[in-house]
């Protein structure tokens, strides 16, 4: 073992040697930008990215910021660069950003290429204002975006100056007179801009059912929204467990096992019955006049008499159409699903969003009357038989 002294001496000189040298780079790195007057923060909250909703933002998963730059431009104008990155975009560079003085309509303007935004004529406003920029541009919300910009303090400062001149230009064009929609206030989805996104908040565990024992739970890659009167919340939750155990010579040996499900669990936000659908094998099937039905679809309530009016014919036809799914329709509002993809992915979320709207749609107007939720709080896709008289009563 003493041989192996020198050596280590050696080894640790070295990692100390290039410890120093990084220190001295980073020292010089971040004295580049101060020296132009801007501040350097190396691990800036994510909230910095929060209204901006045009991709790379309000896309895809895994969200993270780092290494902000904020300052002013040559002219005056403060700008905000920082590295953003998520599961669909990280070039390892720079994002730049600065306000414009109200929302305007979401557009991207790729450098050299034809302007995306969904009116035309507000295409060939901004195609004339920002049409000369040397790197792709957004109009996010009420904020100028500028890509792929380099850390380097120099080619920062070149950049962050086309940009205050292409914010110039926007500011003088016809363009400048429309109004967009108004930011999400955090992170949210670029085609749903009522969802909520939160990469990380154990706290929300608490919201959802999920698997329990174990330790180091964890909630990530969260979405939450109202949902008009349908809340959600998916989540993505980790958590660890530990076995033991003792080989041939008695030694115990501990394993630890890391745990991943993704949850997506509804609510209503109006009174409504519990109410199962081919969920578990436990208590009373109900059975109604399709046979066919009855053989494809395990019906179960605690209100037996709310629930066959609930699952009339048109909604039994529903539920064949749809593949028969599983779900339940807790007491307290709580709605569990099964069979809309195993990670769920937004095309997930959407599709279990529209069968439950399907379902509810189908609910006949007597018996919202009858739980206390009318108006009716989903609006009805097509007409459900009404009774003579109360079938319910």
Not at 127 to 141: E, F, Q, W
Not at 152 to 181: H, I, M, N, W
Request: charged share 20%; hydrophobic share 40%; net charge negative.
């Amino acid at each position: 073992m003493e041989a192996f002294g020198p050596l280590l001496l050696v080894i640790g000189g070295m990692v100390v040697a290039a410890l120093i040298v990084w220190a001295i780079m980073h020292h010089r790195y971040i004295k580049s930008f101060e020296d132009k007057g801007w501040a350097y923060e190396g691990s800036p909250p994510i909230s910095i990215a929060h209204g901006l909703n045009v991709a790379p933002f309000g896309v895809a998963f895994d969200r993270s910021v780092k290494k902000q730059i904020s300052g002013p431009a040559s002219d005056g104008t403060a700008f905000s660069a920082f590295m953003y990155r998520s599961s669909a975009w990280d070039p390892g560079d720079l994002v730049v950003t600065m306000k414009l003085p109200h929302s305007m309509p979401l557009a991207e303007v790729p450098a050299g290429g034809p302007v995306r935004t969904a009116d035309p004529h507000y295409a060939d406003e901004l195609a004339k204002a920002l049409g000369g920029a040397s790197r792709d541009l957004t109009v996010d919300h009420d904020t100028l975006v500028m890509l792929r910009v380099s850390d380097d303090a120099d080619e920062l400062q070149t950049a962050v100056d086309a940009l205050a001149a292409a914010r110039t230009a926007l500011l003088a064009s016809p363009a400048a007179g429309r109004q967009g929609p108004t930011p999400p206030q955090g992170l949210s989805f670029a085609d749903h801009p009522d969802w909520t996104y939160v990469p990380h908040d154990d706290e929300i565990l608490r919201q959802v059912e999920h698997s329990g024992g174990g330790y180091g739970h964890e909630a990530r890659d969260i979405i939450m929204s109202e949902n008009a009167r349908i809340p959600f919340i998916r989540m993505q939750h980790n958590w660890k467990t530990d076995s033991t155990s003792t080989d041939s010579e008695g030694r115990s040996h501990t394993t630890t096992t890391h745990h991943t499900e993704y949850l997506c669990q509804f609510r209503t936000s109006f009174p409504f019955v519990d109410l199962a659908s081919n969920w578990g094998w436990f208590g009373r099937s109900q059975r109604f006049e399709w046979t066919d039905f009855n053989d494809a679809v395990r019906i179960e309530s605690s209100n037996e008499r709310i629930a066959h009016a609930i699952i009339h014919q048109r909604q039994m036809e529903y539920l064949m159409a749809s593949g028969a799914p599983k779900f339940a329709i807790q007491g307290d509002g709580a709605i569990l699903l099964k069979g809309f993809g195993k990670k769920w992915e937004i095309e997930d979320i959407l599709g279990a969003d529209a069968f439950l709207r399907g379902f509810f749609a189908r609910v006949p107007d007597f018996v919202w009357e009858e739980l206390g939720a009318w108006p009716r709080p989903i609006p009805e896709i097509e007409p459900a038989p009404q009774p003579s008289s109360d079938p319910i009563s």
